[in-house]
T-cell receptor, first 111, second 114 residues
Framework: SQQGEEDPQALSIQEGENATMNCSYK?????LQWYRQNSGRGLVHLIL?????REKHSGRLRVTLDTSKKSSSLLITASRAADTASYFC???????????FGGGTRVLVKP | GAGVSQSPSNKVTEKGKDVELRCDPI?????LYWYRQSLGQGLEFLIY????????KSGLPSDRFSAERTGGSVSTLTIQRTQQEDSAVYLC???FGQGRTEAFFGQGTRLTVV
């Protein structure tokens, strides 16, 4: 079963625009992570936000976490064609055990 | 090794045959995960190993699927009597575990059952 659900399922934007995607989850978490996947193969870790944090930045990425709503958002600013990929959120339980992934958001950045 | 290594990269097998997929995690990582991903879909959790604890097998879809991790390192996922619906990319990941859950993924094995 999937813990996280991303929204939207797909997103198409022009280069230079911002891309925002959301993740909702069901149970208590230790942290929430975002990953990127190109070409349906291995995922790459982007950013981790702990349950006691509300916002985190890394380069052009901004992640927010609202534990009261059990939701997170990932913002990619000034998007580039190379940002075209699928983005997944993942959560681990409050006990810090297995990672469970959502269904992902497919992002297309048009040049 | 420098990263998580999976082999083979691609596997085509006939329906009914058994297959073994291998994963070499990053040295020192105590946690190892197997996921399955069908085309255009999310990651389906299969099994999770953490150190010497009993593995979490709650995601294995049927008793045709099994996995082991020898010596706390290399893992093998075995699918017996493969079916066409088993066709997918099988992804392995490892992490330091014990609360450090940032996962590093291999490139996956694309399994096609014909």
């Amino acid at each position: 079963s999937q813990q996280g659900e991303e929204d939207p399922q797909a997103l198409s934007i022009q280069e230079g625009e911002n891309a925002t995607m959301n993740c909702s989850y069901k149970t208590s978490i230790n942290n929430l992570q975002w990953y990127r996947q190109n070409s349906g193969r291995g995922l790459v870790h982007l950013i981790l936000i702990r349950s006691n944090e509300r916002e985190k930045h890394s380069g052009r990425l901004r992640v927010t976490l609202d534990t009261s709503k059990k939701s997170s958002s990932l913002l990619i600013t000034a998007s580039r064609a190379a940002d075209t990929a699928s983005y997944f959120c993942a959560t681990d339980g409050a006990a810090g055990n297995k990672l469970t992934f959502g269904g992902g958001t497919r992002v297309l950045v048009k040049p | 090794g420098a990263g998580v290594s999976q082999s083979p990269s691609n596997k085509v097998t006939e329906k009914g045959k058994d297959v073994e997929l291998r994963c070499d995690p990053i040295s020192g990582h105590t946690a190892l995960y197997w996921y399955r991903q069908s085309l255009g879909q999310g990651l389906e959790f299969l099994i999770y190993f953490q150190g010497n604890s009993a593995p979490d097998k709650s995601g294995l879809p049927s008793d045709r699927f099994s996995a082991e991790r020898t010596g706390g390192s290399v893992s093998t996922l075995t699918i017996q009597r493969t079916q066409q619906e088993d066709s997918a990319v099988y992804l392995c990941a490892s992490s330091f575990g014990q609360g450090r859950t940032e996962a590093f993924f291999g490139q996956g094995t694309r399994l096609t059952v014909v």
